[in-house]
């Protein structure tokens, strides 16, 4: 994803300088692969599916993970599905237009807004929609996918305050939020680890 970045910004004579940080390669991991703490990016319950170390090599990308809001629960009956109905439409599906929450404090340093929506099932084309978040200790988070964004470039935001809303733009075949975080001195990818009891916070259990 952060890789075509730059190309499709080229590509589309936008600015040289895109209000984002192009990341650079993700630095190759030898030891123990770190991890860092993050505050839900969602109020309702959501589920995750992993990127594998290798399957994206820039960092942003390397260890991100692609989060979807569920729905289909009640209090004694039903399961967890992504979508109303057949998901045809962005709007059947739970977390279309579903507010992001900032899943750290830290400096917005980057905003990019691709107002292309994608069909469901269809890959769209790069860029996606993101907000760029870096923290106090040299991390930046990288959150893509988004539309509708509430904050802009110099904010100071905290963990769990609404940033954005869910959209389906860049290559995304539905909605979603993907979330990818490195140590932006270094590069190293981290992987994530959401604050379960942060979760339970804006749940209010």
């Known amino acids: 994803m952060q890789a075509l970045l730059l190309l499709a910004l080229q590509a589309a004579s936008l600015p040289p ?4 940080i192009i990341p650079p390669k993700a630095a190759e991991v030898s030891g123990p692969v770190g991890e860092v ?3 839900p990016i969602f109020g309702p319950p959501f589920a995750c599916i992993e990127h594998a170390y290798d ?11 692609d989060c979807q809001i ?17 998901g045809a439409s962005n709007a059947d599906w739970y977390g279309w237009n ?7 404090d830290g400096k917005v340093v980057g905003i990019f807004l691709n107002r292309t ?4 099932g269809t890959m769209g084309k790069p860029p996606a929609s993101m907000i760029q978040i870096l923290r106090d200790d040299g991390i930046l988070v990288t959150l893509a996918h988004i ?3 509430k904050v802009k470039i110099g904010d100071r935001v905290t963990a769990g305050q609404p940033i954005a809303i869910v959209g389906n733009n860049g290559t995304a075949r539905a909605p ?12 190293e990818p981290l992987q994530i680890r959401w604050d379960q009891r942060a979760m339970a916070k804006l749940r209010g259990e």
């Not at 399957?55 to 993970?65: M, Q």
Request: glycine share 14%; charged share 15%; hydrophobic share 40%.
């Open 147 to 149: 539309a509708g964004a």
């Open 70 to 86: 569920v729905g289909g629960l009640t209090a004694n009956a039903g399961f967890a599905r992504l979508y109303r109905t057949n």
């Open 55 to 65: 399957e994206l090599p820039y960092a942003g990308d390397a260890l991100g993970t």
């Open 176 to 187: 979603h939020i993907h979330i990818g975080a490195y140590r932006i001195k270094s590069g």
């Open 17 to 20: 300088k895109p209000p984002i």
């Open 37 to 39: 703490l993050l505050s």
């Open 98 to 104: 579903a507010e992001v929450l900032s899943p750290t």
């Open 117 to 120: 929506e994608n069909v469901p």
